[in-house]
């Protein structure tokens, strides 16, 4: 008798039963019935774990960790909860005002783990940050009853989509840089008899040298003093859509590391950071005041991300702050000097073979971050210590080959091995269940979407 995937836990420390205990093991692991916090149901609101008094964290030693992971199907991902925790604190107290946190849906993905964050900020969550309309109706389905859109939508269907979660008293915002987009909105609204709120996405890169040069993501054509003021003044009148929002995403402060890159290549992005923000004073003010002027009321002004929780929540324009990978973790955010997280999100994989003295190779393990191709795209190894990946395989779809270093623990067939994701919530996208490990709860899974 096996005990059922959906209530599969591991209960006792860091280590879970007597030593030896597996999973199937019926006489060490008895029987569960399936807890609210291991079934997905949608309109559940996942209740908070109490903080633990002390974080053990993940066993470090190679058997142990063989031990817990013995009966984890992979590649699996596993969150560390009482690290995700830690890293939620943190975020939340480098806080420089008391901003709003709204949590990334992008970033993390998985219902339970967006719903735990929610549960866990309390009064300073402020929502979810949603991806497309697709994501904004599966995170209502599950109880999310605060949404602001962090792109705008691509169709009128998708528009649509959003006016009827409005329609259902869901409270929506929809993200909007372009009059085409507005016009989506209008009809949607109309159609679903709602007025539709809207946020205005507003360029934060930093230009410099007349406009000619341009640092940061390309995303909203909109900026102060130029493109903003005509934009607002075509919405004036229209009868089902109304502006409450506006954001600027510094992203060449929040997403883009400054430290481990070189020396120069350090300086010069920490510098860039600094000029940003301060330009960034003068184009907040602008873009708020020119909101204002069209007659509108600002409900939410949002910014920042995870690397830049303290400087963009410093800002006094500024009402809410998104947060997500700071709550994972994960390999390309190391390089942050405004960095407070530990890594808190692992991929498992298993050894398959071992091609020879000093080699094990892993099943699978090709699993490449988006954005430019390059080795920090790669995932890096965590544990066991002393394995690295070959330059002439790399990380493999099928197969990914290690070379074993000095004091590298032996492995074999079967062993779990560790190693982060680049980002975030994309990890999520290639599983269908997730794992999640704590000192109080064990070992659990949970939908990943």
């Not at 008094?53 to 470090?60: D, K, V």
């Not at 301060?278 to 003010?285: C, D, E, I, Y």
């Not at 500024?318 to 405004?338: C, K, N, Q, W, Y």
């Not at 919530?425 to 990943?448: I, K, N, Q, Y």
Request: hydrophobic share 45%; with cysteine.
């Amino acid at each position: 008798m096996n005990v059922e995937p959906n209530s599969a836990t591991i209960s006792g420390g860091a280590l879970g039963p007597r030593r030896g205990a597996a999973l199937h093991d019926v006489a060490a692991v008895p029987r569960h019935e399936p807890s609210p916090t291991n079934r997905h149901t949608p309109g559940h609101r996942y209740p908070a774990t109490p903080h633990p008094t002390s974080t053990m964290p993940l066993p470090t030693e190679h058997d142990e960790l063989n031990e817990l992971l013995a009966d984890v199907p992979t590649p699996a991902v596993l969150v560390d909860l009482d690290v995700f925790d830690a890293n939620l604190e943190a975020l939340r107290d480098v806080r420089r005002r008391p901003v709003r946190l709204r949590v990334s849906g992008k970033s993390l993905r998985a219902p339970w783990l967006i719903e735990r964050a929610l549960a866990r900020l309390g009064p300073d969550a402020g929502g979810v940050m949603a991806r497309d309309a697709n994501e904004a109706a599966r995170l209502a389905g599950v109880g999310v009853r605060d949404l602001l859109m962090g792109y705008p939508c691509t169709s009128l269907a998708e528009a649509e989509t959003l006016a009827s979660l409005v329609a259902d008293g869901v409270k929506v915002v929809a993200m909007v840089d372009d009059l085409r987009q507005v016009d989506w909105h209008e009809q949607a609204a109309r159609q679903a008899g709602v007025v539709m709120p809207v946020c205005v996405d507003v360029d934060a890169s930093l230009r410099l040298a007349g406009g000619l040069v341009h640092l940061g993501v390309r995303r909203s054509p909109l900026r102060p003093g130029a493109t903003l003021g005509p934009f607002l003044a075509a919405l004036r009148g229209l009868a089902h859509i109304r502006p409450v929002g506006l954001m600027m995403y510094e992203a060449q402060v929040a997403g883009v590391p400054d430290l481990g890159v070189g020396a120069l290549r350090g300086v010069a992005v920490r510098s860039i950071k600094r000029a940003s923000l301060r330009q960034l004073v003068t184009l907040r003010a602008a873009a708020v005041a020119e909101f204002r002027a069209a007659g509108f009321e600002l409900e939410l002004v949002n910014g920042g991300g995870s690397g830049s929780v303290a400087a963009t929540s410093a800002a006094t324009e500024v009402t809410e702050v998104t947060i997500g990978s700071g709550l994972l973790g994960p390999a390309l955010f190391d390089g942050f000097r405004a960095r407070v997280w530990q890594p808190a999100s692992f991929v498992v994989l298993a050894v398959s073979r071992i091609p020879g003295d000093g080699w094990a190779t892993l099943h699978g393990g090709g699993w490449l971050a988006s954005g430019t191709a390059g080795p920090d795209r790669a995932p890096v190894l965590w544990s066991p210590p002393g394995w690295q990946p070959t330059s002439m395989e790399g990380w493999g779809e099928v197969q990914t080959p290690l070379r074993a270093g000095l004091g590298a623990p032996l492995l074999r067939p079967g062993d779990r091995v560790l190693a982060r994701y680049a980002k975030a919530g994309e990890v999520m996208e290639r599983v269908d269940r997730f794992w999640t490990f704590s000192e109080a709860g064990g070992l659990r899974w949970h939908p990943s979407r």
